[in-house]
């Protein structure tokens, strides 16, 4: 049987609607998850204490972002 590691992600919800944290050009950026091409193009990894430190960089140095009430998920939540 074949191992399978689980990824996460940084996510948060405005008004109903899945977001997710991107990387393009050298920055983050906040993009909804309404389709699977934006979900394929997330920062995932397959270890959550990297994902919060990930998250706490944001939170500390990112302006945009760093007031967003963001949680790591399981990147599985977000396939479909």
Not at 11 to 39: E, R
Request: hydrophobic share 30%; charged share 25%; proline share 4%.
């Amino acid at each position: 049987m074949k191992k399978t590691t689980m990824s996460y992600v940084i996510a948060c919800w405005k008004k109903g609607i899945p977001h997710g944290i991107q990387v393009n050009n050298q920055q983050f950026k906040l993009v909804p998850l309404d389709s699977q091409t934006n979900v394929s193009r997330l920062l995932n990894n397959p270890h959550r204490t990297q994902m919060q430190k990930f998250l706490n960089w944001i939170k500390k140095n990112d302006k945009e972002l760093q007031n967003e009430e963001f949680s790591i998920q399981d990147y599985g939540r977000f396939r479909k």
